[in-house]
């Protein structure tokens, strides 16, 4: 007959001298402890770690032991999940015999190969964007290739930003009263002041009264009233 409590002391004595950092007994009746499993250091030194528990039955190692992953660091629940598969497997194969041993090696395998799918992971992103980051830069090297449909709407784009900008400034223009004249206005403006300058002379000519009793004694003057050069108030004629 099985002697299940003395195999159960005997691989609780090895495993404590095994695993003399990382194991810990919580309870003796049933017997339940927890191993501590560290992969190796991968990139940058960075680990993933599972604290296991396990909790032997009555009839053990004819049945397997409970287990269960009481505690984790940088392992996801995919991952997680992957170790609780693992270990339902091995205990499983390794029925009738102690397995404690046997399982946490099997985590500690699992965990190192863990570590380096994240370095591959990571470079398999770091490639990727540095392959994004050169098919950019050729499509900024080389331009866009302008065809007929693009140039088209571009150039509809373009027409209608202008009439848009257009229009604001008119606007605003409008607002501030100081609308800005054509060259076709200014030159009418300045046109037309030219002949309203020319008819205010011809009007102040016409319109132009002597009065002659500022002067003290016409008769005296030397006047001659036939001269055609007779200009009796010095603003000359229509004809010069």
């Known amino acids: 007959m099985t002697d299940y409590g003395e195999e159960q002391r005997n691989e609780l004595e090895a495993i404590e001298s095994i695993y003399p950092d990382s194991f810990t007994v919580l309870s003796e009746d049933p017997v339940s402890f927890t191993i501590t499993v560290t992969s ?19 009839k053990y190692p004819d049945e397997p032991p409970l287990y269960e ?7 996801d629940e995919a991952d997680a999940g992957d170790i609780l598969s693992l270990l339902q497997q ?4 390794n029925l009738g015999m102690v397995m404690i041993f046997t399982l946490v090696t099997a985590v500690q395998e699992k965990l190192n190969e863990i570590v380096d799918q994240i370095k591959n992971r ?6 990727k964007q540095e392959e994004e980051a050169e098919e950019a ?23 209608q930003d202008m009439a848009e900008l257009k229009r604001k400034r008119q606007k605003e223009e409008e607002q501030s009263g ?5 060259g076709k206005q200014l030159f009418e403006r300045d046109h037309n002041l030219d002949t309203s300058d020319i008819q205010f002379l011809d009007d102040a000519v016409n ?5 002659e009793s500022l002067f003290q004694d016409m008769d005296d003057l030397d006047l001659d009233e036939d001269d055609p050069d007779f200009d009796p108030v010095g603003l000359g004629s229509d004809d010069d």
């Open 40 to 58: 190796d250091a991968g990139e940058d030194d960075e680990t993933v770690e599972t604290m296991l528990k396990f909790t032997y039955v009555d």
């Open 69 to 75: 992953i009481f505690s984790q660091e940088n392992l």
């Open 90 to 93: 091995q205990a499983e194969e």
């Open 122 to 127: 990571r470079e398999e992103e770091k490639r």
């Open 137 to 159: 830069e050729k499509v900024a090297f080389q331009g866009t290739v302008v065809t007929i449909e693009n140039f088209l709407s571009w150039k509809a784009t373009f027409e």
């Open 178 to 182: 100081k609308t800005k004249l054509t």
């Open 207 to 211: 319109s132009v009264e002597v009065d």
